[in-house]
């Protein structure tokens, strides 16, 4: 029961993350951060805040799960004191939002405790009946009720750079680390780029800049001399003056000694290793010259390898969330034109690492597949257009083809067994139902393979149930069973707010435009709550929607736009009046508990 209650807080595990970092660890590096002056006050006063700013690539990420690990040993047999940590991903704002933040904290602070807490017991007992959600408010009060049960406690947070900035989530989050250190003496580590907005946030704070010393990477470059050519693990020479050279190149970069070292990978005699090494980017353009050399070394593959390596990198920079391995595995797989997934055309991660030059990396616990650094992201968006071009349409295609295999002529499924089968069989399945839309939208082109697919009917209510039936913990044993049933093709369509679909649907006899699933939701209620205008001022000039339609809450496509904050379609729908017979939209129009748009 307690297990349940700390997945019902959240389903978000940060531990894997820890070991896969904590592994990639070279021995004896880091130290010098734990020796610091600054590190031991931090560690032995209460109430004090370590800021540590980094340069990209410096090893931040590393650094943290050193702390972590160091604070976990130090005080592992002592009960009263807690220790929580959040990695903070650019691939993850959609969990990392400031309610998913706290409960995390919230999570870690509470299952480190012998028995679950009074305030996590009595915050879950007032919610689960009702299936809602704790507010911020909620949440924060039990936080600080779980941080009293303890005599000392540690706050870790990476990267705070790449926590979300929408909705003043990064601000909040430090306020409310902040309310917590002022009110019970908490300890805050946390790490960022240098930015100036989140260093004004730490301007009290002790301050420890991370950078790579020469001797953590001497330390790492002596751990990967191994997968050198064999020349160079026969010359001590050689090896010393490849050491010394990425050093200096590096400064203070860990990323960039680790691209230099793959670049040598593979050179046939020690003067192409010195060519190499005198070429050697430094400075602001440092990594996108390294990145661009890495990509030049993909283009002189084997065509087989270099059409491996682009589907790859262009699979994972344009993702929607973080990938697993199985997932890219069967969107590879996928053959355009098929009706299944041919398990012979499925690459092994091996191949599909080795084929990527080291911008790929997976991680082994979590079993996520992912580019090197954040840098390797931010490169591949700024020269898209040069690698992979057609990145967004490609993905769009073998989502919708997956998703029309023949195993899904069966429709939805009509018990959570036989559901968790399918995702378990099918890898892709979860993704392509969710982001399918995602990737079109953003192509921006019709698409015939997507307009066959929202023509089969079975398939798009197979693909509905994955798209919406949520799962909001692990133990939630009959989420799959709810969610509408009698969606169409134009319903999704609506739902992504792909408008380049839309008139060829529009335009078949298939579709009725004002058709209703379960719920009594119609494809203008769900442009209207998703916040596609464009879709919705389509819909509203066919002359054919009823916009006053009511879903099973009581609520119109008018209360949900104005709900979620989208003016221009609440402008849209206030100035329809020819749509019905009768007169303009009903404005104060009633959900079941009796609440109007207003």
Not at 142 to 154: E, H, P
Not at 233 to 239: D, F, I, K
Not at 382 to 395: C, V
Not at 458 to 477: G, I
């Amino acid at each position: 029961e307690d297990i349940k209650v700390l997945d019902w807080l959240t389903p978000v595990n940060y531990g894997p993350q820890q070991s896969d970092f904590i592994n990639r660890r070279q021995p004896g590096t880091g130290q010098w951060l734990l020796e610091s002056e600054e590190f031991q006050r931090w560690l032995n006063s209460d109430q004090q805040t370590l800021f540590c700013p980094g340069i990209p690539g410096a090893g931040k990420t590393i650094l943290t799960s050193i702390v972590v690990e160091e604070l976990t040993s130090r005080f592992s047999a002592d009960p009263g004191v807690g220790i929580a940590y959040i990695y903070c991903n650019f691939q993850r704002q959609d969990e990392q939002k400031i309610n998913n933040l706290l409960t995390s904290l919230l999570k870690q602070l509470a299952e480190s405790q012998s028995s679950l807490p009074v305030a996590v017991k009595e915050l879950y007992e007032r919610h689960k009946t009702k299936q809602t959600r704790p507010s911020l408010e909620e949440i924060s009060r039990s936080l600080q009720a779980i941080t009293t049960l303890y005599c000392r406690v540690f706050l870790i947070v990476d990267a705070l750079d790449e926590c979300q900035v929408s909705e003043g989530c990064r601000k909040r989050f430090i306020l409310g680390l902040s309310n917590l250190q002022e009110k019970y003496g908490v300890n805050i580590f946390a790490t960022s780029r240098p930015i100036l907005s989140i260093e004004k946030e730490f301007n009290r704070s002790i301050v420890l800049e991370i950078r790579a010393s020469k001797e953590d990477v001497r330390r790492y470059l002596d751990g990967y001399m191994f997968r050198l050519p064999g020349f160079v693990t026969r010359s001590l020479e050689l090896q010393e003056e490849i050491k010394t050279t990425i050093i200096k190149a590096v400064d203070g970069m860990f990323l960039l000694a680790q691209l230099y070292i793959e670049s040598l990978i593979g050179k046939r005699a020690p003067k192409a290793v010195r060519a190499t090494l005198k070429n050697l980017a430094t400075g602001d353009r440092a990594y996108n010259d390294a990145y661009k050399s890495a990509m030049e070394r993909i283009k002189g593959q084997v065509n087989d390898y270099k059409e491996l390596a682009i589907q790859v990198l262009s699979w994972i920079t344009c993702a929607k969330r973080p990938l697993a391995t199985s997932e890219l595995q069967h969107a590879l797989g996928v053959e355009i034109g098929e009706s299944q997934l041919d398990e012979e055309n499925i690459p092994e991660i091996e191949d599909i690492v080795s084929a990527c030059a080291g911008l790929v990396i997976v991680d082994v616990e979590s079993r996520i597949i992912r580019l090197v650094h954040y840098t390797t992201q931010e490169y591949f968006e700024r020269t898209q257009r040069q690698w992979f071009p057609d990145a967004q349409m490609n993905i769009t295609t073998t989502c919708v083809t997956y998703l029309s295999f023949d195993t899904f002529t069966s429709g939805y499924c009509q018990s959570g067994e036989e559901f968790e089968q399918r995702l378990q069989l099918n890898k892709l399945y979860d993704y392509a139902a969710h982001n399918w839309g995602h990737h079109a939208r953003e192509a921006s082109t019709s698409c015939q393979s997507v307009i066959e697919f929202l023509q089969k009917q079975a398939q798009v209510e197979a693909s509905s149930q994955a798209l919406l039936a949520e799962k909001t913990y692990s133990f939630d044993t009959r989420y799959s069973q709810r969610f509408p049933r009698d969606m169409t093709g134009l319903h999704l369509a609506a739902y992504f707010g792909f408008e380049a679909i839309f008139q060829p649907l529009l335009a078949t006899a298939q579709f009725h435009v004002d058709s209703k699933d379960t719920y009594g939701r119609t494809p203008l209620w769900y442009a209207a709550a998703n916040g596609y205008e464009g879709i919705v001022d389509l819909l509203l000039a066919t002359e054919k929607v009823d916009v006053d339609l009511k879903d099973i809450d009581g609520r119109t496509p008018l209360w949900y736009a104005t709900a979620n904050g989208h003016e221009g379609i609440v402008k849209l729908l206030l100035a329809t009046e020819k749509v019905r017979a009768t007169e303009k939209v009903d404005i104060n129009s009633k959900d079941i508990y009796g609440r109007t748009p207003l």
